[in-house]
């Protein structure tokens, strides 16, 4: 189906043939973008940045690049396109044909999984609104952009669920969904993680690499669902959201390229001296990762979960690539898992959000291992490694007990005192946040970072990614 631009909300779900709905998403679009200009980022209206903007839903040639004022970029509602025949792949209800509409009984259920989906992408654009004036190149800038306008169009794209499918409901919950803010004390948003602060550069990369990628299993699981309009939306979502765990690792490993460069440079592997070189020393960025991969691991929800129990029975939300299991019903299996009382065999059913936490355990693993063949072609010991998931959880099992990095119990005493050691430190963060300087000369890049291997879309390196007014 291809998407129609003459709209004012470019659309492959023949939006003009629904005046009703069309009218309703017409009245939030202006609200959006008032948000978008209060919230989104600062100071970059005038702008003109190299986007990509979605042109069709194939898996070839989806987008169009080009130089954007970003107010002026299309957001839109884009489905994937249908799949014939497509029956609902586990659960309960395995082998029936998938539902066009919300059944009656689920209302509620889904309801508060698209707003929890949809509450995510504006937060993440809030969390990020000061960073481009501390961007480390104009590559950066242009990813950074890239990445806001693209969570921007995913709550368009839960947004158009919420109307469409939830009544007067869901337009109210399209409402809140521009209400709450990332950090609010009375209105935060809704899941940990997007109320923390991302102030500098170092901690944008860690979150588009660790909780990017929470996106990418919660959207595989939806793009599960038995409920189709939600599958389809999730499935074209992530073909967008590729990219930002491109940004997340490509930008790390760019980070500690240049710890590496500076550790020869200076001929030292102290901490210190790779500071006093304008780079950041490979134990921060380790510090840095145990703070993001945590509270990352607790947007998953805890490890029993009748909530993910009865998602899973219903036909709600599935496990990502669901086709790679044998057994799609799951009524009767078990699943072992660990507690600070010791092993614990549950219903697999209720363990469904601990099964979706350890899948993506081992694809973070992917992009770590990549940093250390750097770290070791460079003749050093020291290898960065995922922490436990056991340490400093604020959901589930294991939430508030004491461990170290290694998952090994400490008594609260010790633990409070070796925090500092284990994610950043005050003075780490002030450390980092001095090397947050802008530099938006093209092709030129901050003193703690690596150049890219290549540019965007096959341009060069220092192509002037943004035109700055
Ligand atoms: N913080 O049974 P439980 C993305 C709440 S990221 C605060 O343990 P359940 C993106 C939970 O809501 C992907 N609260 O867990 C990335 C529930 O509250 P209610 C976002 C939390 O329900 C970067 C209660 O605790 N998508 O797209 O099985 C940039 C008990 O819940 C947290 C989704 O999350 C937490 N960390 O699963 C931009 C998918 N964890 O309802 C975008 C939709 C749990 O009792 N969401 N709670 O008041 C879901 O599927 C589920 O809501 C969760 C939780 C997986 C989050």
Redo the contacts with the bound molecule.
């Keep these: 189906m291809s998407i129609n631009y003459s709209e004012r909300i470019p659309n492959n779900v023949d939006l003009a043939n629904d005046r009703t709905l069309q009218r309703a998403l017409e009245h939030w679009q202006p609200k959006f973008v008032d948000w978008w200009r209060e919230m989104g980022p600062y100071d970059s209206a005038s702008a003109d940045v190299y986007l990509r903007t979605a042109v069709g839903v194939d898996a070839q040639g989806w987008a169009s690049y080009g130089a954007v004022k970003m107010p002026d970029y299309r957001w839109g509602i884009f489905l994937a396109d249908p799949v014939p025949d497509r029956t609902i792949g586990f659960g309960d209800h395995f082998g029936e044909p998938v539902w066009q509409q919300v059944p009656g009984e689920l209302r509620s259920q889904f309801r508060?999984?698209i707003v929890?989906?949809g509450d995510?992408?504006p937060a993440?654009v809030e969390q990020q609104h000061r960073l481009g004036l501390t961007c480390p190149s104009l590559y950066d800038l242009r990813n950074l952009f890239q990445v806001n306008v693209e969570?921007g169009r995913?709550l368009w794209a839960m947004v158009y669920l919420l109307h469409a499918h939830f009544g007067r409901d869901g337009r109210e919950e399209a409402e809140e969904l521009l209400s709450r803010h990332s950090g609010d004390l009375d209105k935060p948003r809704?899941?940990?993680?997007f109320n923390e602060p991302i102030s500098d550069w170092l901690s944008f990369f860690m979150f588009t690499y660790f909780?990017?990628r929470?996106?990418k299993f919660?959207?595989k699981s939806?793009a599960e669902s038995g409920f189709d309009p939600l599958s389809r939306t999730c499935r074209f979502m992530l073909t967008e959201e590729a990219h930002h765990m491109f940004v997340g690792e490509t930008g790390v490993g760019r980070v500690v390229k240049r710890s590496l460069e500076a550790m020869k440079e200076v001929g030292s592997d102290e901490p210190q001296a790779v500071r006093n070189h304008g780079a950041i020393d490979l134990p921060t960025i380790q510090r840095y990762m145990n703070f993001w991969f945590t509270s990352s691991l607790?947007?998953?929800?805890?490890e029993v979960?009748?909530?993910?129990a009865s998602s899973f029975a219903s036909g709600i939300?599935g496990r990502p690539d669901e086709t790679q299991y044998k057994d799609h019903v799951c009524s009767d299996a078990t699943f072992t898992l660990e507690t600070p009382q010791g092993q614990e065999a549950v219903s697999l059913r209720n363990a469904m959000?601990e099964v979706m936490r350890q899948s993506y355990i081992k694809d973070c693993e992917i992009g770590i291992k990549r940093w250390n063949m750097q770290i070791q072609r460079a003749g050093h010991d020291l290898r960065l490694a995922l922490p436990s998931p056991h340490f400093r959880r604020a959901?589930?099992a294991w939430a508030g007990v004491p461990t170290d990095p290694l998952g090994k119990p400490v008594s609260r005493e010790e633990y409070d005192r070796w925090m500092p050691e284990w994610i950043p430190s005050e003075s780490d963060r002030a450390f980092v946040h001095s090397l947050m300087k802008r530099v938006v000369e093209p092709g030129r890049m901050a003193s703690w970072i690596a150049p890219p291997d290549r540019g965007i879309n096959n341009l060069a390196v220092d192509y002037e990614y943004v035109k700055l007014p």
């Design positions: 508060r999984i929890t989906q995510t992408e993440s969570e995913h809704i899941l940990g993680t909780t990017d929470d996106g919660q959207l939806l607790d947007l998953f929800g805890s979960s009748s909530n993910a939300k959000n959901i589930g």
